[in-house]
């Protein structure tokens, strides 16, 4: 399969840009002509560019990714989340960021992309999950927050990301098209093509993408290494010899190489390989209404080195040229059936998941080409579930979920004391909420608890060089992780005014915190163990249509954790954050301002943290303004544009690694990764 990427590739990238060079003249006019025979409805392009997005029902927000949003439309799925109130981003450079929502961060979120889990492979989570999603290409993107289902697989304490591509439905023979074309400052360059063809019976879709950026300048000017450059390439083919019934089969290949302030190391590649098959079966009988199965096989293929990217150091302990690459073979299976009484439906299944881990390297370039792949670690998964929704009046909804899972994972690593070994655990979960739409007011009142168990994932137990006291590391010595949550919140909508609030609170027992050794080598001394923790916070936003034109909208999220086994606050925990919007839109154009504000983050736990990063210095809060605008040239051709950090501010990320001192960055004094300066960029949509 190696030997025919590069024509797959270049076939991609030549498709791409045949079609986006041809955009602006016999493109835009078809979009205008009629598409006789073809029944495939087209979402309208809409004429404003979105800078905050608004829960749809309670703890859940669907989106569409599509859409263009400030800042600057996202590389990957880490930077599109962070449009959505409670979402922040571990960042390192350009792209490639680690989500973090509520202060939670890696396995506590779980991401699932068509269903199934794309699992990264560096030890260090360079690739992680999100680094494999270019969001553009999705139709639907849906977040969960807190432990609030049980549907999607284990763990998911802090919540649960989709990113879905819906299936088409065609009527008589039609194809549609969309794409898309972006140019902004430091060399950013997107092309998105996403087109099928079908009628009754079924369909192909092919949706393709190629993102590049050079390095960028912050705001003081001085260039940030961080340039990028991926693409990806998605195939479906799916059956529907009625209306009820779905077979879908789909594969995906992709690939990309980034730099990084913030690491020893440069990503010079990012294989991707995907299959799946789903089988979809609707409108059953009057108990038994449907029925959906699905199989998964993900492979990240990634490659880290000090040479391809950057200039390899002649000093130090990262001296003379050396690469490391490491696999991860994921493959999953799901079947649930969705049954409805009266007042009452339940969802329940089986899932199960297995995943290998493997490595090779060396010193000199090219060095782990031709050597055998060492397997060091097992995991397995098997889950049963079922969730229930009971209208229990007009007004009043139960809902509530419970979960078994069976996890286990085996260590193959040679030299480690607990080679061979294999654990297990049992791990229950569950959640109940209990949603009110007030009689008096358009509003829903919700609380809800969950309880979640989280078996200790990769990273965790693997990276560290050492478990908790009085282990012989952690794979031997880390206990699952026990969330209980208490969510709570409002929402409140009329023609003019839509209006939210949500709260949590809740205990972490044996959350998993990685320790860092000061003065040897800083994260290469990481030692894991397990605290207990209390969290809390919260999210709240409000949009308001102030006249006909003018609409205003502003959010505020907070997140707050502290370490309850040693009196410390809880590391890697976000700032409070605002952003304020006011958008002006009449007819076919609209144009808009947005004002992020960040406030200063003083709770610390110095060298404490998690597998990406750790506490190393309190930061200064800042403020960014940004302007945009948008025309619809037709319904289905649409212009967009923005300038980002209006005033060149100079600023850092609270969740930011240091700088690299193979970049010039001082070693003895970590010093944040600055963001980027004034940023412009432009995009063209189009659909038909």
Sequence with gaps: MSGCTPVFRLSLRGTIALFCGTLLSPLALAAEASHDGHNHDLAELSPTVITAVAPSSPLTIVTNP??????????????????????????????????????????????LTNGGMMLGACPNRMDAPTSYISPETYDRLTVIKGPQSVQWGPGGSAGTILFDREPEKFGELGT??????????????????????GNALGYVRFVGNQSRSDDYEDGNGDSVPSRWDKWNGDLAVGWTPDADTLLELTAGKGDGEARYAGRGMDGSQFKRESLGLRFEKSNLGEVLDKVEA?????????????????????????????????????????????????????????????????????????AHKGKPWTKDADFH?????????????????????????????????????????????????????????????????????????????????????????????????????KTTQLDFGIQY??????????????????????????????????????????????????????????????????????????????????????????????????????WRLVSAQNRIDQNAGNVVGKDYEKSAGFGVFSLNGAYRVSKNLKLSAGVDNLFDKAYAEHLNLAGNAGFGYPASDPQAISEPGRTFWTKVDLSF
């Design 294 to 366: 699905q199989v998964y096989y993900n492979y990240a293929d990634h490659v880290m080195d000090n040479y391809s990217l950057r200039r390899s150091p002649t000093s130090g302990m990262m001296a003379g040229p050396m690469v490391s690459n490491v696999d991860r073979r994921t493959l999953g299976a799901r079947i649930k059936a969705t049954w409805r009484w009266a007042d009452v439906s339940l969802v329940s299944g089986i899932d199960a998941q297995t995943n290998e881990h493997r490595q090779r390297g060396g010193m000199g370039i090219d």
């Design 66 to 111: 599509k859409d263009p949003r400030q800042p600057v439309p996202a590389s990957d799925g880490a930077d599109y989340l962070k449009t959505i109130p409670g979402f922040s981003a571990i960042r390192a450079g350009g792209t490639n960021g680690d989500p973090v929502l509520r202060g939670m961060f890696g396995s506590r979120l779980n991401i």
């Design 381 to 481: 998964n098997y889950g049963v579930f079922g969730e229930l929704t009971w209208e229990t009046s007009n007004q009043d909804r139960l809902i509530t979920g419970a979960r078994l899972d069976r996890a286990s994972a085996k260590d193959y690593r040679q030299v480690s004391p607990t080679s061979g070994d294999t654990r297990a655990d049992t791990l229950p979960s569950g959640f109940v909420r209990f949603e009110h739409d007030l009689a008096d007011i358009p509003a829903t009142t919700y609380i809800g608890l969950g309880h979640t168990q989280r078996f200790p994932d990769y990273w965790e137990l693997f990276s560290p060089k050492s478990g908790p006291n009085g282990s012989r590391n952690a794979f031997d010595g880390l206990k699952p992780e």
């Design 493 to 594: 909508k009329t023609e003019r005014l839509d209006a939210w609030a949500s709260g949590y609170i809740g205990q972490v027992r044996d959350y998993i915190l990685f320790d860092y050794t000061p003065g040897m080598m800083g994260m290469l001394n990481s030692q894991a163990e397990n605290i207990d923790a209390r969290i809390m916070g919260g999210e709240l936003g409000a949009a308001y249509q102030l006249t006909s034109n003018w609409k205003a909208d502003a959010t505020l999220a907070y997140a707050w954790g502290k370490n309850s086994s040693d009196g410390k606050a809880l590391p890697q925990m976000p700032p409070l954050e605002s952003r304020l919007g006011l958008t002006y839109s009449q007819d076919n154009w609209s144009t808009g301002a947005l």
């Design 176 to 197: 549609r098209v969309n794409a898309s074309l972006l140019a902004g400052s430091n060399g950013r360059f997107d092309k998105v093509l996403d087109s099928a063809a």
